[in-house]
C-alpha cells in the first residue's frame, strides 16, 4: 500500500516562510515525478509545482513562481516544498502527489496517490 505523509504546514504571518515535505512509503517514486497541489477553502483543488524523476526539471505555477522551490531526495524518498514570502492567498491545504510515470504534468488525473494535505494559513 501506497502511502503519502505530508508535513510541515502551520500558521505564518505574511512574508513568512515554511517548508513541507512529503514522505512516500510503499513505493520508491526515484523514477516518477511528483507533485503538489493545494485547495483553498470554497475553491477546486490546483496546481502548484511539479518535479521530475531526477529533481533536474521544475515547473511552477505562476501565482507561485519566485517564491516556491520544490526539490526531492530519492535516497530519503522525500519531496520538499520550500515556500517564501507567503502572501494570505497562499492559504490551503497542501497535498503531495505521485505521478504515473516520470513525465511532469499540471493535471492532477495524472497523479495516482495522494497524500492526506497539511493546512497552511497565512495571516495578514
Known amino acids: 500500500q501506497v502511502q503519502l505523509v505530508e508535513s510541515g504546514g502551520g500558521l505564518v504571518q505574511a512574508g513568512g516562510s515554511l517548508r513541507l515535505s512529503c514522505a512516500v512509503f510503499g513505493r520508491t517514486v526515484s523514477t516518477y515525478a511528483m507533485g503538489w497541489f493545494r485547495q483553498a477553502p470554497d475553491k477546486e483543488r490546483e496546481f502548484v509545482t511539479t518535479i521530475s524523476w531526477s529533481g533536474d526539471n521544475t515547473d511552477y505555477a505562476d501565482s507561485v513562481e519566485g517564491r516556491f522551490t520544490t526539490s526531492r531526495d530519492n535516497a530519503k524518498n522525500t519531496v520538499y516544498l520550500q515556500m517564501n514570502n507567503l502572501k494570505p492567498e497562499d492559504t490551503a491545504v497542501y497535498y503531495c502527489?505521485?505521478?504515473?510515470?516520470?513525465?511532469?504534468?499540471?493535471?492532477?488525473?495524472?497523479?495516482?496517490?495522494w497524500g492526506q494535505g497539511t493546512q497552511v494559513t497565512v495571516s495578514s
Open positions: 502527489a505521485v505521478a504515473r510515470t516520470h513525465w511532469m504534468r499540471r493535471d492532477e488525473s495524472w497523479y495516482d496517490y
